[in-house]
């Protein structure tokens, strides 16, 4: 059995200490990190030493996510004694039956039950004055990206002495320069949720929620809807029906990418009744203001290679990302470099996939620059279709399960087929033979026209500059 060790500080570490002949490689697998460790011979065998920090996509050395890690020792699965929870700075790491457990730093008060419940109590009773300070949250704090992250850059820009606290799952998320980042659940979070003037969000609201006097929130939203949404969803709940009401009486103003989208997301959300503003997405700024060479660079994709970006919405009935094509097989058969961007809701419980000329992007903190780095993209049912449209790249969609998805899943607002901006097929061998087609653009000239016209007609790359005097105009920022 291998011994375990952690060590704390700024660049915390696991040690193992093992009998006999020493292994030649050591690594820390989990499911979208691997990192190799150092082994040296020791007095009584030897030690391996493996960082749980990582650096991803260029960014800043930051903490391993959250999650079960297994050490390989030549490749074969270790067995290592257990560890209670142990705090290294930023992480809490334990040895959980042989296999490492990362998760955020949270104290035993903070993590518990009790410890929640009386944060809560305090956030909910105590008289707090709001200040000079903005929270921000996309996606649950699964990544610090999508309109928020546009909209700090531009409130650093203008009003750099306001404090941006940013709410993340663990410390593994990166937030933009200046910003603070807050784990959700910790003392700070609750304190900063409290006192900020302003808070930005791109989904529903968790956990309780106090208004504040002089407090706003800003709902961006994050796509214009192809498929129905909240009260639009097949089948009644009453459950969820009373929970839409409640989310959408928190919000004070609704950004919506355009008209249609205003129209729907209105009405979806319990016939909304507050602003509305109609200003395009900033997220999508990047696509008119952007290096895609930059880009492309730190994604490893050579100058002149075709790239292709393939992004899938979720699915009700499954955790993980769809598995309907060979990917390996796809990239090779389009000669192409395959960009494969998961939904954030498959973000932590699915895994890299990998193969010769497939790189999984889905950790990748902005998929706005996703999309001015492709060449052409192939999606289902993601809202990602009318944000790659302001770019007039090709689009293709693969939809094998279309009569199941739009029939029992979730429903659809228009017909894709009729109105979709490029082929749409439901077998690899259609796909394949679309992407390698040179007239298919040609071919769906007028329909790209009309969808822009119809869904992006505001993307200027001024959105975010847009919205932000808006709110300062609004008395949202101080």
Not at 391 to 405: A, I, N, Q
Not at 433 to 445: I, T, W
Request: hydrophobic content about 40%; charged content about 25%; overall charge neutral.
């Amino acid at each position: 059995m291998i011994r375990a060790e952690l060590s704390a500080g700024e660049a915390p570490a696991l040690h193992l200490d093992g009998d006999g002949p020493a292994p030649a490689a050591v690594t820390l697998r989990g499911r979208r990190v691997e990192l190799p460790g150092e082994v040296h011979a020791a007095r009584r065998g030897w030690r391996a030493t493996l960082p749980l920090t990582a650096s991803l996509w260029a960014g800043p050395r930051l903490p391993i996510p959250s999650g079960e890690y297994t050490v390989l020792l030549d490749g074969a699965p270790a067995e290592i004694a257990d560890v209670p929870v142990e705090r290294t700075g930023e992480l809490n790491v334990a040895v959980v039956d042989g296999r490492i457990v990362a998760s955020a730093p949270l104290t035993p008060e903070e993590a518990s039950g009790e410890g929640q419940a009386e944060l809560e109590r305090r956030y909910a009773t105590e008289q707090v004055a709001v200040r000079d300070a903005v929270f921000f949250e996309s996606f649950y704090g699964r990544t610090a990206g999508c309109n928020p992250r546009a909209l700090d850059a531009e409130i650093a820009r203008v009003s750099p002495s306001t404090v941006r606290y940013w709410s993340v799952v663990d410390r593994s998320v990166a937030v933009p320069d200046g910003a603070v980042p807050i784990v959700e659940g910790s003392a700070a979070w609750w304190q900063a949720r409290a006192e900020s003037r302003l808070l930005v969000v791109n989904d529903w609201l968790r956990r309780r929620f106090v208004r504040r006097p002089g407090q706003r929130v800003l709902q961006t939203w994050h796509g214009t809807p192809l498929k129905r949404l909240a009260l639009h969803r097949p089948g009644f709940d009453p459950r969820r029906a009373v929970a839409v009401i409640k989310e959408s009486r928190r919000w004070d103003v609704l950004l919506a990418q355009n008209p249609y989208a205003a129209g729907i997301l209105t009405k979806a959300y319990a016939f909304f009744r507050k602003p509305v503003w109609i200003e395009g997405y900033p997220r999508n700024d990047v696509l008119r203001t952007g290096d895609a060479a930059a880009i492309r660079d730190v994604l490893g994709i050579a100058p002149g290679e075709r790239a292709l970006l393939y992004a899938p919405t979720w699915r009700d009935d499954r955790e993980q990302m769809v598995d309907f094509l060979d990917l390996e097989k796809l990239a090779r058969d389009a000669d192409a470099v395959l960009l494969v961007r998961g939904h954030s809701r498959t973000l932590i419980p699915g895994s890299d996939t990998s193969g010769a000329r497939v790189i999984d992007v889905t950790s990748y903190p902005d998929v706005s620059e996703l999309l001015l780095a492709a060449d052409g993209l192939i999606t289902d049912y993601s809202s990602v279709m009318f944000d790659f449209s302001a770019t007039g790249k090709p689009m293709y969609f693969f939809v094998p399960d279309l009569e199941h998805y739009r029939g029992r899943l979730r429903g659809f607002y228009f017909d894709l087929a009729e109105r979709a901006p490029g082929p749409v097929v439901d077998t690899q061998a259609a796909l394949t033979e679309s992407l390698r087609d040179v007239d298919a653009p040609d071919r769906f000239a007028a329909r790209y026209e009309s969808w822009r016209s119809r869904f992006t007609a505001r993307e200027d790359g001024r959105s975010a500059e847009r919205v932000v005097a808006r709110l300062r105009d609004q008395g949202f920022l101080g």
